[in-house]
């Protein structure tokens, strides 16, 4: 899991570049509190604002510059969580945290090769699909107390202060999410056997072989997807693995000629893409529990697939 930054020599000089060298650090906190980076990204240009709208004498005096950093852009996602709920209750269908590809191959428009390191959030366990899922049903004060402390090692003294709290109601939030994670996570195999079993789903879904579609789906899977309104989609989950089968084997069906499918990984677990004459459709991720898939999530929303590249270099190489 991702580590608590240690600012180190900006406490003798907070300049540009050791308030700038927070902006990873920022992102990766922000990503996995809002599941949005186009959100995380806001996040860190108003805490950024808020830094340098402060006098010379007024940052001098700030002992730990990159802990402040941290601090206020923790402070603005709990405020952001609030407000989010309200939001995704007028969504479109179900709301499903925005999904990152390999960092090689995300596109933001910056710097020669269009990557902008500062941007790419450490794939690790806490920012799989699942586990942003979960998180997503927490509720504000559990999901910043849970991610400031257990994924980037904050005490709960520190803790307490970002969220309004004292350290041992904190340590209560922390314990309540973190079942909350255990009861809802299965268990995740080799990435190599989920890699095998995607791949295996891909064959029987292009073949609309819906008896290997149903093998491979645990008897209650759920299949969700997330349009947001800018794409066709099934609103509504999609329960039990046999039902799943017959949904995808005529989405196949009746899809146009030109579409392919193409494993990649996805928020650091393997998934698959969706094109449409190299046209990105669709980006899938999948829990996967044993020999069987429980989860997929199907994001068609074209705001959160920004990131992906129209043809990707597994595609290319395939």
Known sequence: MTTRS????DRADPGLSAIMSE???LINLAY?????LADAEDVVQETYARWYAMSAPEQAAIESPGAWLMKVASRICLNL???ARARRETYVGDWIPEPLPEPAEWITGRGADGIDPADRVTLDESVTMAFLVVLEAMTPAERVAFVLHDV????FGEVAEIVGRTPAACRQLASSARRRIRTSRAPAGPSAKQAGIVRDFRAAWEAKDID?????LDP???ATADGGGLAVTHLHPIVGGERIARAYAEIARIAPGGRTFHECTVNGLPGLVARQDGRLLTVFAFEIAGDRIKHIWAVRNPEKLRLWRPVSRVAQAE
């Not at 980037?152 to 005490?155: D, I, K, L, Q, S």
């Open 220 to 222: 209650d899977a759920t």
């Open 81 to 83: 969580l609030g407000s």
């Open 152 to 155: 980037f090692r904050y005490p």
């Open 23 to 25: 902006r990873r650090q």
């Open 6 to 9: 240690e600012p180190g020599d």
């Open 32 to 36: 996995r509190l809002l599941g949005s």
């Open 212 to 216: 290997a579609l149903i093998g491979l």
